[in-house]
């Protein structure tokens, strides 16, 4: 077997734009085209163009299609109506998260789950594994779809010059079919960014005359094309949880701040789901004698933390670093960390990161670091 990287269909193009190329998840991916600071900048306040073709897409089909995915998963996905999406998480019978999904309805039986690309196979497996008995089938679609996406303010503007689809009535969390650009796609209003915007799953043949259009038509607005690091102090500010970071099998959704995906009262299969049991006794547990909470710091000087680093108070580790990136928008180093109960407040005297031995000063605040301006 290969250990080549797999490559996306819009690979040559990002060469061709002179991008610098990472190994992420097993694919070869633009980490950069120029300046981070730059493409992050631009998503807060004009548009970035991204692509997401590494993202794992899995249909589920059949008449108990809903039925499997409220017994897979932890939310509720039977009551999700056509045209929208939610956010939820497939866990192992021990709580332990195995990833974080987004799951679109696309008909009366048919579902997408949208899984990360380092955990496609793992979500893959237990899906088609937790099928058995029901009658829906589990279609692995990863080399059906090339994902781009169009984050920023300016991102609506650009999308409806390319489309006739209604995208005001299009909500956060719902997708429908479209064309754009004469492109068939499916127009979902979600991303990873904390700002407006779109992502259009398209056919790999398609993805890059549809990247292509989006570059003119937003060129006037200031889009540019954006790599996965600056996908990262995005999402960082946004206060979104990246899977092996502030997500892992060693963590129920309940430690990491997430309870509220876990939908203890849907009645699909009896209440039955994979998980249910360790998950009630973490959500009591959360309740009682709540373990590591998950917050954000911020520096004040100018020393970037970096995951795995320890969060110390008093000369005693409280925590730890689970993510850490300059933050272009705030000007200073930020970090995500789980950290004692007692030292979670917001303001929490005395906190700091460990450093490389030093103990660098840090204030514990509640996330998100940046919430957009409706």
Not at 326 to 341: F, N, R
Request: glycine residues 14%.
């Amino acid at each position: 077997m290969s250990n080549a990287p797999r490559l996306t269909a819009l690979d040559a193009l990002h060469r061709s734009l002179g991008a610098t190329m990472t190994d992420f998840a097993g694919w070869d991916m633009p980490l950069r085209y120029g300046s981070e600071r730059d493409e992050h900048n631009a998503v807060r306040t004009k548009a970035g163009l991204f692509d997401l073709s590494h993202m794992g897409e899995i249909t589920v089909t059949g008449p108990q299609a809903a039925d499997l995915l409220d017994y897979a998963l932890v939310g509720n996905i039977g009551g999700v109506a056509v045209g929208r999406a939610r956010y939820t998480m497939i866990c192992q019978e021990d709580g332990g998260i195995l990833d974080d999904l987004i799951v679109y309805r696309l008909g009366d039986t048919e579902y997408m789950v949208v899984a990360n690309a380092g955990n496609a196979q793992i979500v893959l497996d237990a899906l088609t594994g937790r099928s058995e008995g029901f009658g829906a089938e589990v279609r692995d679609d990863r080399d059906a779809y090339a994902l781009i996406a169009v984050q920023g303010p300016e991102s609506p503007g650009i999308l409806k010059s390319l489309t006739d689809a209604d995208l005001d009535g299009l909500k956060y969390y719902a997708g429908l079919p479209g064309t754009v650009a004469g492109v068939p796609a499916l127009i979902a209003r979600t991303g990873y960014t904390g700002e407006d915007g779109f992502e259009l799953f398209v056919e790999p043949q398609h993805a890059e005359k549809l990247w292509q259009a989006l570059t003119d038509a937003g060129a006037p607005a200031g889009l540019i094309p954006c790599g996965l690091s600056c996908r990262d102090t995005l999402r960082l500010e946004a206060g979104m949880p990246l899977y092996g970071h502030e997500l892992t099998t060693a963590l129920t959704p309940f430690d990491a701040g997430l309870g509220r995906v876990v939908k203890f009262e849907k009645t699909a299969n009896g209440g039955r789901f994979v998980g249910r049991e360790a998950l009630e006794a973490a959500a009591e547990r959360a309740g009682t004698n709540p373990p590591r909470k998950l917050v954000g710091l911020i520096a004040e000087g100018r020393r970037v933390p970096r995951a795995g680093y320890q969060v110390v108070a008093g000369g005693q580790v409280i925590g730890e670093v689970t993510s850490g990136a300059p933050s272009p928008t705030l000007g200073k180093p930020i970090a995500i960390a789980y950290v004692d109960a007692a030292h979670a407040a917001p303001g929490a005297e005395g906190v700091g990161v460990d450093i490389r031995g030093a103990h660098e000063p840090y204030e514990v605040v509640a996330l998100p670091f940046y919430k957009r301006q409706k």
